[in-house]
């Protein structure tokens, strides 16, 4: 049965859709069949492996609401192994409508358990935010991947979102795990980055990633043209990066 993995952090701009679009490449190169399920509404991992969010007509909108089923959502991408299903601009109605739905914190939940055992891993990009589609991946996941930026204020709010992740564990998800925590954006020249991992690893510990993002303009270009860093440019750091990163994740499942 496949991993899933939400990647989650309520601030924006601490590469989390890069993350999850990046993860999700790297994990496919290593040979494992992921999906990749955007749940944002602002569709920024669906352009990010080339699709274009307006001319989605099925997305996982319909599918939460009923009007679709997963299989008929389906995107394939230009990296084997790696399948989308795509966001758009219906979903920001999403969490209006499942306020009234019956275990509503549970629909995605539900969406992807058939899907367990046709992928080694099911990555889940959040919106930034702790609204109800968060709350619903993170209902529906096996573990979180946490970004964090290497400025101080990224640090500030994640003591909200650890509450959240605690509430969930108590209420509606008790085998959910703290995958790792992400630096992201890292530069080693700068005393401000080294200053900020000393400090996330004296809250987080043993969950801190070793793989460190550093900040890399091929990297920060790639979604433009609608490709992951590995198709871009797979020689750049930041390819390299993540690809470490998908290693180490599965090293960590092979112990």
């Given amino acids: 049965m496949g991993k899933t993995i939400a990647v989650v952090n309520q601030k924006?701009?601490?590469?989390?859709?890069?993350?999850?679009?990046?993860?999700?490449?790297?994990?496919?190169?290593?040979?494992?069949?992921?999906?990749?399920?955007?749940?944002?509404?602002?569709?920024?991992?669906?352009?990010?492996?080339?699709?274009?969010?307006?001319?989605?007509?099925?997305?996982?909108?319909?599918?939460?609401?009923?009007?679709?089923?997963?299989?008929?959502?389906f995107l394939d991408t230009d990296i084997k192994n790696l399948q989308l299903l795509p966001s758009d601009i219906n979903l920001v109605g999403a969490e209006i409508e499942l306020v009234e739905r019956y275990e509503r914190e549970k629909v995605l939940k539900k969406t992807i358990k058939s899907l367990k055992d046709s992928y080694d891993y099911i990555i889940i990009?959040?919106?930034?935010?702790?609204?109800?589609?968060?709350?619903?991946?993170?209902?529906?996941?096996?573990?979180?991947?946490?970004?964090?930026?290497?400025?101080?204020?990224?640090?500030?709010?994640?003591?909200q979102l650890m509450a959240t992740i605690t509430r969930v564990k108590q209420g509606l998800n008790p085998q959910l795990d703290i995958e790792g925590v992400l630096v992201t954006m890292y530069d080693s020249r700068l005393n401000l980055s080294r200053q900020v991992v000393d400090e996330i690893k004296l809250h987080f510990e043993n969950k801190v990633f070793n793989t460190f993002i550093s900040r890399n303009v091929r990297l920060s270009e790639a979604p433009s043209f609608?490709?992951?860093?590995?198709?871009?440019?797979?020689?750049?750091?930041?390819?390299?990066?993540?690809?470490?990163?998908?290693?180490?994740i599965i090293q960590k499942e092979q112990k």
């Fill in 226 to 248: 609608g490709k992951p860093i590995i198709l871009y440019d797979a020689a750049s750091t930041g390819a390299k990066n993540y690809l470490h990163l998908a290693e180490e």
């Fill in 12 to 73: 924006g701009g601490v590469g989390k859709t890069t993350t999850a679009v990046n993860l999700s490449a790297s994990l496919a190169l290593a040979n494992r069949r992921i999906l990749l399920i955007d749940i944002d509404p602002q569709a920024n991992a669906t352009s990010g492996v080339g699709y274009e969010p307006r001319e989605i007509t099925n997305s996982i909108y319909h599918v939460l609401i009923g009007e679709s089923t997963p299989e008929e959502t």
């Fill in 125 to 159: 990009d959040c919106p930034p935010s702790l609204g109800l589609l968060t709350l619903n991946s993170l209902t529906a996941a096996d573990s979180v991947i946490i970004p964090v930026q290497c400025e101080y204020y990224s640090l500030v709010g994640l003591g």
